[in-house]
């Protein structure tokens, strides 16, 4: 016989649970009450332990200031504002581009509080879906202005069979106790090809969470790129699903961690038929006594016979205080693959470091040179010149950035 | 009497990690315009002795004194003592995946012009110095395009130091054991390399412990280093002399 405890629960808890009840979303609201907000016994959260991370919630209801400046701009983009979990674009979409609302939340349902709490609080989603081989890149540019408030998101994004897209999506906002739970669901055609970048420059006192679910068909061609060097604390989880032979991914990210910060990237890839491949390339720079995390789980299922996928998670710490974790997990049913994962965490390389003084290049220089040659890999895998060009450009800020004490 | 280009006074240096005392007592003076030569065994404190003078951490200097030019640089980071104009040619150079040959090149240039009050180089000047100075190492631009010494076979990597060298223009020169992990031909590329950067206000100390390299760097003079110190000088015959006697002749240890 078990003996069901009854569970703590929190102010933040209490202030979820009746935003849930007030959207009419029971079920996400029951869960709630009997689990609570996960804390670091609860595997998925073991380095973000939300129980005493999330100590207070915003209102829902966004305060009406003007939204704030764009913080990233690629130049040519199509742009979709999201301002304060509202969509506008500007115009008409260019040729392939179909942008509407729908009804639902775009995430599946799983048993995720975060996904919980996003589909409890959202009853419709953005659709961009993508024809053909579209050129100009589509930029999802969230912003939370104003004073704190709690906002859901829910997206889809739909590359149809045989079509080309780039889709950078990009969150920042006012220095506010925002709480953002944004959900994208990424639906790939047979034969899609899709490059993925998420950039994530929220203000220091933004919460965030960022769910993505990716459903890749036969001979899909995806390359994803996170970068997060914004909010102070911060949980992105990718779900990824291999539903069709010949398929390919990378996937790939960079934590660029200051003081005070906590950013953890959960990733769950299963390859589920036979023949499909993926990379999974994770890197963290982490400054002050700022926190980055990674967890990476592959599965491999019983029929999935020829799998090739490797994983890598790779930390440079630039101080004493700074924590890295990684959990890579490798989880095979099959028995005809190719399956690695490997992990480095620590600072910077003294060989090198002296190298580049002993030809006059003063310390921080050489510091900054070998941390930008540690992420310029990532970068590299960027093949669209402009938008290759933005993203250095934030890579660069941040990195001659002093970085907080 | 001028001042000389590099003086050695007195040098105790200990590994800080281990505590064992490696440099005991080094007196060494490098008249400007000259080129030095130190041999020794392995283990005799050459490499320490470079590392020691470039400023390396980890390298405690106990003791003594180091000038350049006439100034003590014992006080300075790495990286003001080669805008001072101090170069150390390594004998095993740094292989940095992620850093372009050109980028380094550009950094380290203007990183010692901004530090000595210059302008920094543009572009076309920078490409032109790079590309004249490379042809007479036989450095191609596919070279120059790889990520710094990644890659690159043993002669290639001595031929990018020397390369470091020209660009650089230091005033003194210290080369670790230039010749190791070069065939012969490696080795007359790199000499004539060297060769060619001699000049009345530039000095070298060339460390070896084969004479081989001395036949095509000719020294002005000549040190034996065992156990730590200098245990004696003279032109380039000794080089000779050690490579028919052997280094037990000189420090008195078996072989």
Redesign the interface.
């Known amino acids: 016989m078990t003996i069901a405890m009854p569970i703590r629960l929190g102010p933040a808890e209490e202030v979820l649970i009746a935003q849930l009840e007030s959207t009419g979303a029971k079920e996400a609201a029951d869960a709630l009450r009997a689990k609570g907000l996960p804390n670091r016994k609860v595997e998925a959260y073991h380095y973000t332990d939300l129980k005493t991370m999330l100590r207070d919630v915003p209102g829902t209801t966004a305060s009406a200031d003007a939204v704030s400046a764009p913080k990233f701009q690629i130049a040519g983009a199509y742009r979709v504002l999201i301002a304060n979990g509202v969509a506008s674009h500007d115009g008409t979409p260019p040729n392939g581009i179909i942008v509407s609302e729908e009804e639902g939340n775009a995430l599946n349902p799983r048993d995720d509080v975060i996904v919980g709490m996003n589909r409890g609080l959202t009853s419709s989603h953005l659709k961009v879906r993508f024809e053909g081989s579209v050129d100009p890149v589509v930029h999802l540019d969230y912003r939370l202005a104003g004073e704190a408030h709690h906002v859901a998101t829910s997206v889809l994004i739909e590359v149809a069979d045989g079509a080309t897209a780039t889709v950078v999506q990009s969150f920042s906002g006012s220095d506010a106790a925002h709480l953002g739970n944004h959900g994208t669901r990424i639906v790939l055609g047979k034969d899609a090809h899709l490059l993925h970048v998420i950039i994530d420059q929220s203000g220091m006192a933004t919460r965030h969470f960022h769910t993505m679910e990716y459903a890749i068909d036969e001979k899909v061609q995806l390359k994803t790129l996170g970068i997060n060097l914004g909010a102070g604390l911060s949980r992105t989880s990718i779900f990824g699903s291999f539903n069709g032979g010949g398929a390919h991914a990378d996937f790939s990210g960079m934590n660029l961690i200051d003081a005070r910060m906590h950013c953890d990237v959960k990733l769950d890839l299963t390859h589920a038929v036979p023949d499909t491949t993926s990379t999974e390339l994770y890197k963290a720079v982490v400054r002050g006594d700022g926190t980055s995390a990674f967890q990476g789980r592959i599965v491999v299922a019983q029929d999935a016979q020829k799998t090739d996928a490797k994983m890598m998670s790779q930390g440079l710490m630039l101080s004493d205080e700074a924590q890295i974790f990684t959990k890579p997990e490798l989880e095979i049913y099959a028995d005809d693959v190719q399956c690695g994962h490997g992990a480095t965490t620590g600072d910077l390389d ?3 470091l ?10 921080d ?2 510091a900054g ?2 941390t ?3 992420v ?2 990532l970068l590299d895998r960027v093949e669209d010149a402009e938008l290759n060009e933005a993203l250095t450009g934030l890579v660069d800020e941040w990195l001659t950035s002093e970085g907080r004490a | 009497m001028t001042t000389p280009m590099l003086e050695i006074r007195d040098l105790h240096v200990r590994i800080e990690d281990e505590g064992t005392e490696i440099l005991k007592g080094v007196n060494l003076t490098v008249p400007r315009g000259e080129v030095h030569a130190i041999m020794g065994r392995n283990g005799s404190g050459k490499s320490t002795l470079s590392y020691a003078i ?1 400023g ?2 980890g390298y405690e200097i106990t003791e003594g004194d180091v000038l350049l030019d006439g100034k003590s640089i014992l006080d300075m ?3 003001e003592r ?2 001072a104009g101090l ?2 040619a ?1 004998q095993y ?2 292989e ?4 372009a040959t050109m ?2 090149l550009k ?2 240039m203007n ?2 012009r901004k ?1 000595r009050g210059e302008d920094e180089l543009g572009t076309p000047e920078f490409m032109k110095e790079v590309r004249n100075a490379a042809a007479g190492l036989s450095i191609d631009n596919e070279m120059l395009k790889r ?1 710094l010494n990644v890659g690159f076979s043993g002669g290639e990597k001595k031929r990018a130091e020397i390369l ?1 060298m020209a660009l ?1 223009k230091p005033k003194m020169c210290i080369l670790d054991e230039t010749d190791s992990g070069l065939d012969i031909d490696a080795l007359k590329v790199v000499s004539d390399g060297v060769n060619a950067l001699r000049g009345p206000d530039r000095s070298m100390l060339v460390i070896t412990h084969y004479q081989r390299l001395l036949n095509h760097i000719v020294p002005d003079r000549v040190h034996v280093f065992a156990d730590g110190r200098v245990v004696e000088s003279g032109d380039k015959d000794l080089a000779l002399e050690l490579e028919s006697k052997g280094y037990a002749a000189f420090d008195g240890k078996a072989a």
């Open positions: 003294e060989n090198s002296f190298y580049l003084m002993s030809r006059g290049i003063p310390k220089e050489a040179i070998l930008c040659a540690f310029q890999e | 470039s390396r951490e980071e790495v990286d080669a805008a170069f150390l390594f150079p740094i940095i995946p992620g850093v980028t380094f950094a380290a990183a010692q530090a990520a470091q650089l």
